[in-house]
Every structure is written in structure tokens, then in C-alpha cells.
């Protein structure tokens, strides 16, 4: 007990630094998550060129009717902005299926907004799917069925909580959580 106190002293009489050190990691153990939360590091932002980096390396591809990516051009696919935990979420996927994955919706406007919902594509929660035989009988098989979503797509549910919808031309995926 004694050795544990003056430890702490030193600590503390000999660098002053230490205190904000020590301050800093509780703050980020704190804030990190809890059990309802994501840990801070999925939740961080990412850049186009992170997530696409991220995503090439794990063989995940995307494609754009308008072959590029600005985020204000609704004919675009950009990953500007998405959530880390997306991104985790989407590679997840094609590790455990195995199928090829491509994205054809990110962050870009033009999704069907519900402006009462924080899990939209532009906030970084969402990404479109395009279907393949592959992919398709994964999710059908691997995730339990959820019901029909209330604009009438028929919705199934990953045991990490994520829900893939499928709205005819493609899966509308939500990444509340990063299934890593």
C-alpha cells in the first residue's frame, strides 16, 4: 500500500504532464463506449481515400452510374464521411460470405431521407449492395429474417444488430454496429 502511494506521488511531484496524461485516458476510456455504444475509433469518420483504401484491400469494389465520387452529386458513390464501423461492417461481410461485394450507394445525397433518423447513408450509417446469386443466399441463410420494413421491403438482421433490406434492385444495408 505504501509502494502504491508513493508511486502516485512521484507520479504526480515529478512530471505534471502525468496528470493530464492520466486524465486523457480516463476521458477516452470513459467516452470509449459502453455496452450500448461503439467504441470511438468505429464511430470516427473517414475520408474517401481511407475507406477506399480500406475497402480495395479487402476486395471490396464499388461503382457509380457517374463514375466518380463527389459527395454533393447524386449520380455519384462517395465515401466521404462514412462511419468507420461501416466500413469494418462491409469488410466483415465479404470475409464471412465470401461472395464478391459491391457497393453501389455511399454517402452521397440523394437517398431517401428520413430526416428523423440519425442512421441515414449521408451520415456515414448506410450503404447500397448490389445483388448477386452469391451474396443473396448468404444474407437469406446466415441472418434471420426481420419482417417487412414500413415502406414494404422485406428487412433481415445480422446477430450484431445490422439490418440488410432488400429493396428489389439492391440491399440497403444499416451498420449500427461494426460486427468485428
Known amino acids: 500500500m505504501t509502494t502504491l502511494r508513493s508511486r502516485r506521488l512521484r507520479i504526480g511531484a515529478s512530471a505534471p504532464a502525468a496528470g493530464s496524461l492520466i486524465l486523457a485516458i480516463l476521458v477516452l476510456f470513459f467516452t470509449s463506449g459502453t455496452a450500448s455504444a461503439q467504441p470511438t475509433r468505429y464511430l470516427t ?11 480495395r484491400a479487402a476486395g471490396v469494389s464499388w461503382t457509380s452510374s457517374g463514375h ?3 459527395r454533393s452529386n447524386p449520380r455519384c458513390t462517395s465515401l466521404a464521411q462514412i462511419n468507420r464501423s461501416t466500413v469494418r461492417g462491409v469488410i466483415t461481410l465479404k470475409r464471412a460470405s465470401g461472395c464478391a461485394i459491391i457497393i453501389t450507394g455511399g454517402t452521397e445525397v440523394g437517398h431517401g431521407t428520413r430526416t428523423h433518423s440519425r442512421y441515414t447513408h449521408y451520415n456515414g450509417y448506410k ?3 448490389a445483388h448477386n446469386r452469391c451474396l443473396d443466399r448468404y444474407l437469406h441463410r446466415a441472418f434471420r429474417y426481420a419482417g417487412i420494413r414500413g415502406d414494404g421491403y422485406p ?3 445480422a446477430p450484431s ?6 429493396e428489389g434492385s439492391h440491399w440497403d ?8
Open 45 to 55: 469518420k473517414l475520408t474517401q481515400a481511407q475507406a477506399a483504401a480500406q475497402l
Open 68 to 70: 466518380c465520387t463527389t
Open 127 to 129: 450503404l447500397d449492395l
Open 155 to 157: 428487412q433481415w438482421r
Open 161 to 166: 444488430g445490422n439490418i440488410y433490406c432488400n
Open 173 to 180: 444495408v444499416t451498420y449500427f454496429t461494426c460486427g468485428c
